[in-house]
């Protein structure tokens, strides 16, 4: 069974770069079939996609968050990671990691999700 | 990208069946099959239900299926439980090679 876990700081001051990491864990990571992505939820509204970024760290991002993310694989951890700079409050949200499948583009697997608030 | 449009919320009671609705575009719901649900309970991650427009994967009921027309997909929750009072959102791959999610919906069992 595939897990996702994300770690990163909670507290993000403004302005800075906000940092996460995932661990999978349960195989599949280097395969072919799937996008590691990241989405995220502000405090009471709905899901928004970030980005999926492949195995061979082919990324494909969010147009309203490019100008400032950027998506990075470390196959050798079975890691990806997301770096998002000049925060805002805005930015406060639930961070979740997730699996989406290469070939219907579902998210299959997700992590808990980590809180992540923007603040001063 | 703006988001899939889907009602705010929808109700029934225990036994009864709801249909939510998810409206795109030509950019995405209407030109893939390419769909996902997803139920999440407060609290916890997002659930799977149902992908490229009306498949289950293994373990989700068969009180859930999808379907698909023009650009409007839809998820329908047959035999209503108490158990299926969460929020649900639709997922829609698009033409620039994104993923575009619904607003949401809060589904309440009477």
């Known amino acids: 069974q595939v897990q996702l876990q994300e770690s990163g700081p909670g507290l993000v001051k403004p302005s800075q770069t906000l940092s996460l990491t995932c661990t999978v864990s349960?195989?599949?990571?280097?395969?072919?079939?799937?996008?590691w992505s990241w989405i995220r939820q502000h405090p009471g509204k709905g899901l928004e996609w970030i980005g999926s970024?492949?195995?061979?760290?082919?990324?494909y991002y969010n147009p309203s968050l490019k100008n400032r993310l950027t998506l990075s694989v470390d196959a050798s951890k079975n890691q990806f990671s997301l770096k998002l700079s000049s925060v805002t409050a805005a930015d406060t949200a639930v961070y979740y990691c997730?699996?989406?499948?290469?070939?219907?583009?579902?998210?299959?697997?997700w992590g808990q999700g980590t809180l992540v608030t923007v603040s001063s | 990208q703006s988001a899939l449009t889907q009602p705010a919320s929808v109700s029934g009671s225990p036994g009864q069946s709801i249909t939510i609705s998810c409206i795109g575009t030509?950019?995405?719901?209407?030109?893939?099959?390419?769909v996902s649900w997803y139920q999440q309970h407060p609290g916890e991650a997002p659930k799977l239900m149902i992908y490229?427009?009306?498949t289950r994967p293994s373990g989700i009921s068969n009180r859930f299926s999808g379907s698909k027309s023009g650009n409007t997909a839809s998820l329908t929750i047959s035999g209503l439980q108490a158990e299926d009072e969460a929020d649900y959102y639709c997922?829609?791959?698009?033409?620039?090679?994104?993923?575009?999610f619904g607003g949401g919906t809060k589904l309440t069992v009477l």
């Open positions: 349960g195989g599949s990571f280097n395969s072919d079939a799937y996008y």
């Open positions: 997922c829609s791959y698009t033409s620039s090679s994104t993923s575009i």
């Open positions: 030509s950019s995405d719901v209407g030109s893939y099959s390419l």
């Open positions: 997730a699996r989406r499948s290469y070939s219907d583009y579902s998210f299959d697997f």
């Open positions: 490229e427009a009306s």
């Open positions: 970024i492949y195995y061979t760290e082919s990324a």
